[in-house]
């Protein structure tokens, strides 16, 4: 089983819906979590950290579920601009070893 | 402030070959290290640094090398090519060792070895 785990879509989504996606982990020592959004062919670049108490910026929330071990993300009123891979990563353990996810594909369509 | 930058972007080795992938910040980060992406596979950690002088190895770090012997620059060496190192390399930074912290990378190298 691998460490972190996503589905990798891809999620076509019309413009202006409402997406989810969830990232599972095996480690439930993991102490960080992050979503990153990776464009084609670029470098990962930081979404949003997710805090034990979820949180939101802008038209993205996410969420961090300890006892079933997943985080999720969720954006709303999608733009064409969110068509994206986005990485789940966790850290596991003190220390910057961190563990990412296949990635979920996102296809935003108008 | 360029932040973390990767020469070269494209590069195509024969098997056995050796290079170097270069990397540096200008962030003043403690915090470096060198991850491959496959296709499926998501990033994989090969070796990273805590500070000058001091590396470990991450995940995948067999037919790596690296050294680091200023804050800012954090070289990846791979001693004898294998078709098996083409991937995309990504160098990246962190203000922390904590895990806590963005990481920042840099735009990548595409290798192919044949």
């Known amino acids: 089983r691998k460490e972190v785990e996503q589905d990798p879509g891809p999620f076509n989504v019309p413009e202006g819906a409402t997406v989810a996606f969830n990232c599972t982990y095996s480690?439930?020592?993991?102490?960080?979590f992050f979503w990153y959004r990776q464009d084609c062919r670029k470098e990962p670049k930081l979404l949003m950290s997710v805090y034990s108490s979820g949180n939101e910026d802008g038209r993205f929330t996410a969420q961090l579920n300890r006892a079933s071990q997943y985080i999720s993300l969720l954006i709303r009123d999608s733009k064409l601009s969110d068509s994206a891979t986005y990485l789940c990563v966790v850290n596991k353990a003190a220390g910057n070893k961190l563990t990412f996810g296949g990635g979920t594909r996102v296809l935003v369509k108008p | 402030n360029a932040g973390v930058t990767q020469t070269p972007k494209f590069q195509v080795l024969k098997t056995g070959q050796s290079m170097t992938l270069q990397c540096a910040q200008d962030m003043n980060h403690e915090y470096m290290s060198w991850y491959r992406q496959d296709p499926g596979m998501g990033l994989r950690l090969i070796h990273y640094s805590v500070g000058a002088g001091i590396t470990d190895q991450g995940e995948v770090p067999n037919g790596y090398n690296v050294s680091r012997s200023t804050t800012e620059d954090f070289p990846l060496r791979l001693l004898s090519a294998a078709p098996s190192q083409t991937s995309v390399y990504f160098c990246a930074s962190s203000y922390s060792i904590s895990g806590n912290y963005e990481q920042y990378f840099g735009p990548g190298t595409r290798l192919t070895v044949t």
């Open positions: 480690n439930s020592a993991s102490q960080s």
